[in-house]
């Protein structure tokens, strides 16, 4: 028996996943079943669909609110598998007695971020539930786009370089400064990440963005589907001193934290220089983090020596998105 609970990653989870593919027994075409869309291929290009559901406390952070949030991580996971987006969908599940200024509110940010990708809402939905039944307003979204290549998140292979394309666990630890009322100045880096993604794509060998679960579920799916290992530095792994206060605070580590506007690239050694010099035309702390070797997990180097970068368990990872 599985018992579902809240984790965003573990052995239960992955359990759990497999159970329902089987369930859905209605096979297609598409490919993808362990990237951040399914995709199939019409004509010489590459149709990319993906859907995800939102929920975060607060609805407002330091940075962004749920419709920013929504609309981002669905633009992001076609983004990383090299798609343009091309629609989106909106369905809303809303509590009775939600105030009407904030719902408009998180439209507007939701358009906000469809406007900078240049990607329309093609249709949507709404639902209204008795008041208490939901914490205010819960989202999802659907979303094509078309790729003339797909990114896979499999594609690294031994000699490659890992490179992560700003500091890692902003995006969580602003949300749990404001949930917990600490003061900080911490912004969470929710944004679309399309144009980054497109100014690197020719370089890209794999891709992913590091959300649930943070930058370590992000490099042991990675190393994972491409049956690799790899290898990180802890010294070169970008992480503000504020984050690193918060966690301390909490007990929680750093890199199980999400991002919601950060990408982790592998590319060759060859145009590690010039992707990560291409990415701090975005921001600054991008830089190479790391190596892909021959073997499988991954590996932290701390200064007293290495150790196992596991994939972080449910109970040990907030729900923050």
Request: charged share 25%.
């Amino acid at each position: 028996m599985i018992t579902i609970n809240d984790g965003g990653g573990g052995a239960e989870m992955g359990a759990l996943i497999e159970k329902m593919r089987r369930t859905l027994s209605v096979k297609g075409g598409f490919s993808g079943i362990h990237d951040d869309g399914a995709y199939i291929k019409i004509g010489d290009k590459h149709l990319v669909f993906t859907t995800d559901s939102y929920t975060v406390d607060p609805l407002f952070f330091p940075g962004g609110d749920i419709g920013k949030l929504a609309a981002s991580g669905t633009i992001n996971d076609l983004s990383v598998m090299g798609a343009k987006p091309v629609g989106l969908s909106l369905s809303l599940i809303i509590e009775e007695g939600f105030a009407s200024d904030k719902l408009y509110r998180i439209l507007e940010s939701f358009n906000k971020v469809c406007k900078i990708v240049n990607v329309p809402v093609a249709t949507g939905d709404t639902k209204v539930l008795a008041k208490g039944e939901i914490p205010g307003i819960l989202i999802n979204t659907s979303g094509i786009g078309v790729a003339e290549r797909v990114i896979p998140n499999s594609g690294l292979e031994a000699g490659d370089v890992i490179v992560t394309s700003g500091g890692v666990g902003e995006h969580g630890a602003a949300i749990l400064s404001k949930r917990f009322g600490y003061e900080t100045s911490l912004v969470s880096d929710c944004a679309p990440v399309y144009d980054v993604v497109d100014k690197c794509r020719k370089y890209i060998r794999a891709c992913k963005d590091p959300t649930r679960g943070g930058l370590s579920a992000c490099l042991n799916e990675l190393a994972s589907h491409s049956k690799v290992c790899i290898k990180v530095d802890e010294d070169r792994i970008p992480i503000k001193n504020e984050v690193r206060v918060i966690c301390e605070l909490l007990g929680i580590d750093p890199l199980h934290l999400a991002c919601e506007g950060r990408i982790v690239f592998g590319v060759r050694e060859s145009d590690a220089d010039k992707v990560a010099g291409i990415l701090r035309n975005f921001n600054r702390d991008a830089c190479v983090i790391g190596e892909v070797v021959r073997g499988k997990n991954v590996i932290l180097k701390t200064s007293i020596g290495e150790k196992f970068l596991n994939m972080p368990s449910g109970e040990n990872v907030p729900r923050i998105c």
